[in-house]
């Protein structure tokens, strides 16, 4: 039955065997994987191997008949990114709260699809059911990815809206949805704290999203108490080493020079890749409190989250050293510890061959948090 959230909501498991018949049947899904899988192999071979991957695909999923079966399926693959491109994953803060109610993850945003996947990876590992992600529309461009998205849990955040209304319309639409989801559906949400990664490493809530989640709010009911219904929780998601920070800083740098930055088509996904296929060092994921002050408007949460997302977060070596370089801080005396001296040899690597501009805005991605915990 068609119901007021079938525009954004996750596909649900009565969706499944439509879209994964229209998924393995979509050339641009097959091509996509043989190109991504088969990078290497001479593009001769590519349609033999589109066949047989079509032919795996359906006899992988051939017995799948639930969204947590599709999930399981993708499982493996989740641990053998994590094994194969981080050092270690380590979570904390999880074990001081209570999940027994569903809470609303609101955490910083560095990577696309990682910063969920993650997420999502520290609650498994701690017995608890998978979030449902909010993802913006400007990533479901190509009718595949949208749905191999909401395959995924995600919902809709539909960002392409011009018109004032229409606009309007969506954010009390997403706003209700959400609170459904919490509150009748007993799920987990994770949301970004902000719209776009912060590509300069600038961890900054957008006030913006707190009046959204607040626009379905009862008139009856106060603006703080409604906040704390939702059980929202800052979550930090730290990276050693960012595997987009060459093109973040390329794009800043275009920005800074012309007013503006035009994505290519294809980038996101690019991005995407990218973030999932390279090397990431250490990871951290630190859950916070709940947010349960008394607050008389968005801007006195979306500060209060800040707070808490910055204490989180864990800069590692390439904060401090990231840091020292950009100050031209002489460093000889100081490169003892492993850490700091992969951290060195790490972004003396990446700024190498990049012009000064470029440099200093790459440097500055991984100075940011760590200059502002230590200011």
């Not at 060092?281 to 910055?310: C, P």
Request: charged share 25%; glycine share 4%.
């Amino acid at each position: 039955m068609p119901t007021k959230f079938d525009s954004i909501r996750p596909y649900d498991d009565v969706d499944l065997s439509v879209v994964l018949s229209k998924l393995f049947n979509n050339k641009e899904f097959i091509n996509s994987i043989v190109a991504f899988k088969f990078s290497g192999w001479p593009k001769f071979m590519h349609p033999a191997l589109g066949y047989f991957t079509r032919r795996y695909i359906i006899n992988q999923i051939s017995e799948i008949d639930t969204l947590r079966g599709f999930q399981r399926l993708i499982e493996p693959y989740i641990e053998k990114m994590i094994n194969t491109t981080t050092e270690s994953f380590t979570v904390s803060g999880l074990d001081k709260l209570d999940l027994s109610k569903a809470c609303l993850f609101m955490s910083n945003h560095r990577d696309i699809a990682l910063d969920p996947t993650f997420v999502n990876w520290a609650l498994h590992l701690n017995g608890q059911d998978t979030v449902r992600i909010a993802v913006g529309d400007n990533l479901l461009k190509e009718e595949w990815v949208a749905d191999l998205i909401r395959l995924n849990k995600c919902f809709i955040v539909k960002r392409s809206a011009t018109d004032r209304r229409e606009k309007l319309s969506a954010a009390k639409l997403l706003s209700e949805y959400i609170e459904f989801t919490l509150k009748s559906d007993q799920q987990h949400i994770w949301i970004a704290q902000r719209e776009g990664r912060a590509k300069d490493g600038n961890d900054l809530t957008n006030p913006a999203i707190l009046s959204m989640l607040a626009l379905n709010k009862p008139k009856t009911i106060e603006f703080s108490e409604y906040i704390r219904n939702l059980r929202i929780v800052p979550v930090s998601i730290s990276y050693e080493f960012d595997p987009c920070d060459i093109n973040k800083a390329k794009e800043l740098q275009k920005v800074e020079e012309e007013g503006s930055y035009d994505k290519p088509d294809n980038e996101d996904v690019k991005s995407i890749v990218s973030g999932i296929t390279g090397q990431k060092g250490r990871v951290h994921i630190h859950f916070g409190e709940l947010v349960e002050d008394e607050f008389n408007n968005a801007k006195e949460v979306a500060a209060h989250i800040d707070q808490q997302i910055l204490q989180g977060y864990d800069t590692f070596s390439t904060g401090p050293v990231a840091a020292k370089m950009l100050s031209k801080e002489n460093k000889s005396h100081a490169e003892t510890d492993l850490y700091t001296q992969a951290a060195m040899d790490y972004l003396q690597g990446r700024i190498a061959g990049l012009p000064v501009e470029e440099q200093n805005k790459l440097l500055h991605m991984y100075a940011c948090s760590y200059v502002r915990k230590n200011d």
